[in-house]
């Protein structure tokens, strides 16, 4: 079992910037990769970007990149989404997953291919 707490949510203006802190505890070991996904109001929860542990390859959704970086700290079991230029679109509740497993890099973005989730931090961007 890996258990995630996400910190660092709050609000900011258009074209600020957050950063989001997902801190892993447990099993930490069996994790394989860990990603960042958001979710709207009335939106289905979305792919934002992932990080495989190891190896450090990074995926980003397209409407992040070039704006979000996903980082990690293996020895503090934790992984950061630097978010730059935001935007009111951004606005979501940001949820922290983990993998464990095989990484198929095609199903990276699907929500079914996580295996652990946190309880999710408030971004609010502003206009």
């Known amino acids: 079992q890996v258990l995630l707490l996400e910190s660092g949510g709050g609000l900011v203006q258009a074209g600020g910037s957050l950063r989001l802190a997902c801190a892993a505890s447990?099993?930490?070991?069996?994790?394989?990769?860990m990603g960042w996904f958001r979710q709207a109001p009335g939106k289905e929860r979305e792919f934002v970007a992932a990080?495989?542990?190891?190896?450090?390859?990074?995926y980003y959704a397209g409407s992040v990149k070039g704006r979000f970086t996903i980082s990690r700290d293996n020895a503090k079991n934790t992984v950061y989404l630097q978010m730059n230029s935001l935007k009111p679109e951004d606005t979501a509740v940001y949820y922290c997953?983990?993998?464990?497993?095989?990484?198929?890099?095609?199903?990276?973005?699907?929500?079914?291919?996580?295996?652990?989730w946190g309880q999710g931090t408030q971004v609010t961007v502003s206009s």
């Open positions: 997953a983990a993998k464990s497993g095989i990484i198929i890099s095609p199903t990276i973005a699907q929500r079914g291919t996580w295996h652990y």
């Open positions: 447990g099993d930490t070991f069996s994790s394989s990769a």
């Open positions: 990080v495989i542990r190891s190896a450090g390859n990074t």
